[in-house]
Each structure stands twice: as structure tokens, then as C-alpha cells.
Nanobody, 120 residues
Framework: QVQLVEFGGGSVQAGGSLRLSCAASGSIFSIYDMGWHRQAPGNQRELVASITSGGYTNYADSVKGRFTISRDNAKNVVYLQMNSLKPEDTAVYYC??????????????WGQGTQVTVSS
């Protein structure tokens, strides 16, 4: 089985920073794209940032210049550094990973989510 576990959520004042981490574990052969999504109350889940295995990144317009996604392929970990946080960044953040696992099977996995709360 494959599991994604997130760390690093919490509460911070506007203008502050948080760093999220997500570790993938299990019978993993390879990880393709990894990313972070978020969902605020009453809103649809949205893509925040993604990164390919080669390090190419993509960001939502709302977080460009403030958030940075990175990954450690040796450790199967993806990070999201969030700076200059705004109240509208408040949401549950989910990590995702496109994983090739045992017996050549491939699937997209989601973490359990971690709450980020930004107060004004």
C-alpha cells in the first residue's frame, strides 16, 4: 500500500510563513508529478502548485511569488513553503502524488489534509 502523510499546518497571522511537508511511503517504484491542493469552506478544491519529477513547477496565479513547491526525490517528500500568507489562504491543504507502485500499477494518491489558518 501507498500512503501520503502531511505535516506542518497550523495557525499564523497575515504576513507570516508556514512550511508544509508531505511524505510518501509504501511499495513505491517511482513518483511522477507531486502537488498541493487546497479547499476552503464553501469553495471547490483547487490546485495550488505542482512539480514534476524533473523539477518543473506550476502555480496558481493567487500564490505566485509567495509560495514555493519543492521535492526531495530520494526521500519521496514534497514541500510547500508559504510566505506572505493572507487570510484568503486559509484552507485545508492536501498533497497529491502520481505514483507507480507494486506490480506496475499507477494511481494518484491524496493525503489526509492539513489545516492552515491565517488570521488578519
Amino acid at each position: 500500500q501507498v500512503q501520503l502523510v502531511e505535516f506542518g499546518g497550523g495557525s499564523v497571522q497575515a504576513g507570516g510563513s508556514l512550511r508544509l511537508s508531505c511524505a510518501a511511503s509504501g511499495s513505491i517504484f517511482s513518483i511522477y508529478d507531486m502537488g498541493w491542493h487546497r479547499q476552503a469552506p464553501g469553495n471547490q478544491r483547487e490546485l495550488v502548485a505542482s512539480i514534476t519529477s524533473g523539477g518543473y513547477t506550476n502555480y496558481a496565479d493567487s500564490v505566485k511569488g509567495r509560495f514555493t513547491i519543492s521535492r526531495d526525490n530520494a526521500k519521496n517528500v514534497v514541500y510547500l513553503q508559504m510566505n506572505s500568507l493572507k487570510p484568503e489562504d486559509t484552507a485545508v491543504y492536501y498533497c497529491t502524488a502520481d505514483i507507480l507502485y507494486s506490480q506496475g500499477r499507477r494511481a494518484n494518491y491524496w493525503g489526509q489534509g492539513t489545516q492552515v489558518t491565517v488570521s488578519s
